[in-house]
């Protein structure tokens, strides 16, 4: 009997690069600093109907509010602290200057 071909191979290392950067790599990123977040008693990252602007904001906010920046991560060996984790997540600077921050109530 033929081997039967393989439909779906698994990727090769470039393609699990590439899919780090999509949505679902980006998405496993959030949640990852959610959980962090929530280890923290910053809950509340992802209640609700919400989107990536929104996870943001609440996400800054809850770092900010709870003193987090400079605190070490832990998330895996590069020790991140989480305005580093924040920076790799959402492609921007935990603080930004002559910005005024939304509030975690407001961010609708």
Not at 64 to 91: I, R, S, T, W
């Amino acid at each position: 009997m033929a081997e039967q071909q393989q439909f779906f191979p698994e990727p090769d290392s470039a393609a699990k690069r590439r899919a780090d950067w999509t949505g679902l790599g980006m998405l496993d990123r959030e949640i990852t600093l959610a959980t962090r977040l929530d280890q923290y008693g910053a809950r509340d990252i992802f209640a609700g109907i919400t989107d990536r602007r929104r996870r943001k904001i609440r996400a800054r906010v809850a770092i900010e509010q709870h003193g987090l920046a400079n605190v070490m991560c832990e998330y895996d060996p590069k020790k991140k602290n989480f305005a580093e984790m924040f920076m790799e997540v959402y492609c921007e600077p935990l603080t930004q200057p002559n910005i005024q921050q939304p509030t975690a109530e407001g961010d609708a």
